[in-house]
């Protein structure tokens, strides 16, 4: 059971770049997020997701597109990268949205934007 | 919208020694309190959880308490371990039931031998 799977695991981009992040759960799980961590700051939650089709903005979405047309993608894109977005990004699922359930977490995506 | 406080940042102890890590919330209509610990170069993991109807719950070493009242929650780790180093996170789900999770700071904990 692979679980929440990300790619790449680095990626190094120039200023302005545009890149796609992948994620893909085979959980059947129908809620899906993206978070972004820095030092000092925890998880930031990106953009979410509560079923194919909807999605929605997190606490820090600017710079960022999602869509999800499958339930089990759910690809981050960066359409002009910036050196602020240099970052640890997390993808992560759970079970049903609103379930109180256990969120499962990718092994992540190093991106350094120079 | 929902904010959760994390202390402290990092935390130091001896093996065998018991480590707390401390947590606030903000909004009274959250129902749910998960632990992730992440270890380095991977993604976090449940370690233990706790939802707003029970006050305290424990899992062999590891033990998580609420407060509701104060907007408070806490993770007990007892007979620390080295395996037990680790960054922990706690964090609360906001009451707009949409699955999203709002994550603590995070606290770096590291056990001597």
């Known amino acids: 059971n692979a679980g929440v799977t990300q790619t790449p695991k680095f990626q190094v981009l120039k200023t302005g770049q545009s890149m796609t992040l992948q994620c893909a759960q085979d959980m059947n799980h129908e809620y899906m997020s993206w978070y972004r961590q820095d030092p000092g700051m925890g998880l930031r939650l990106i953009h979410y997701?509560?079923?194919?089709?909807?999605?929605d903005q997190g606490e820090v979405p600017n710079g960022y597109n999602v869509s999800r047309s499958t339930t089990e993608d759910f690809p981050l894109r960066l359409l002009s990268a910036a050196p602020s977005q240099t970052s640890v990004y997390f993808c992560?699922?759970?079970?049903?949205?609103?379930?109180?359930?256990?969120?499962?977490f990718g092994q992540g995506t190093r991106l350094t934007v120079v | 919208g929902e904010n959760v406080e994390q202390h402290p940042s990092t935390l130091s102890v001896q093996e065998g020694d018991s480590a707390v890590i401390k947590c606030t919330y903000s909004d009274s209509a959250s129902n749910y309190f998960p632990w992730y610990k992440q270890e380095l170069g991977k993604g976090p993991q449940l370690i233990i959880d706790?939802?707003?109807?029970?006050g305290e719950k424990k899992d062999q070493r590891i033990a998580v308490t609420l407060n509701k009242t104060a907007k408070h929650f806490s993770l007990h780790i007892t007979e620390t371990q080295p395996e037990d180093s680790a960054v922990y996170f706690c964090a609360a789900m906001g009451s707009s039931n949409t699955g999203k999770l709002i994550f603590g700071q995070g606290t770096t904990l590291q056990v001597k031998p």
């Open positions: 992560a699922s759970s079970w049903t949205p609103g379930s109180n359930t256990e969120a499962f």
């Open positions: 997701s509560v079923g194919a089709g909807i999605t």
């Open positions: 706790i939802r707003s109807n029970v």
